[in-house]
């Protein structure tokens, strides 16, 4: 399966972006899926995963309030809104896609989209 994340974009402290990633080549609803991000110098760290099975959502505890993911299976789509984003919050943000388990660490995920890069001014 192919992923591709978009809706990054530079925002304020305190503002919102919503980020999305559509995925092709393959039966979405197999997989769960996962937001990670990756500060510079940073370690890939996992932000919220998704699972199709019981629509279960779960977070990293740094955003748990503040971001809510969300999936479409007939858009192949899951998306990961971002509410009261914090300068700690900028980052490269990937979704990843993961054929068994649900994903909290970057090496249980199986399939990447590229990134794309959410920047929070102070």
């Known amino acids: 399966v192919q992923l591709q994340a978009s809706g990054g974009g530079l925002v304020q402290t305190g503002g919102s972006l919503r980020l999305s990633c559509t995925a092709s080549?393959?039966?979405?609803?197999?997989?769960?899926l996962g937001w990670f991000r990756q500060a510079p110098g940073k370690e890939r760290e996992f932000v919220a995963g998704?699972?199709?099975?019981?629509?279960?959502?779960y977070y990293a505890e740094s955003v748990k309030g503040r971001f809510t993911i969300s999936g479409d299976n007939a858009e192949n789509t899951v998306s990961l809104q971002m509410n009261g984003l914090k300068p700690e919050g900028t980052a490269v943000y990937y979704c990843?896609?993961?054929?068994?388990?649900?994903?909290?660490?970057?090496?249980?995920?199986?399939?990447w989209g590229q990134g794309t890069l959410v920047t929070v001014s102070s």
């Open positions: 990843a896609a993961a054929d068994r388990g649900r994903p909290r660490r970057p090496d249980e995920c199986d399939f």
């Open positions: 080549g393959g039966t979405f609803s197999r997989y769960n």
């Open positions: 998704f699972g199709w099975n019981g629509v279960t959502t």
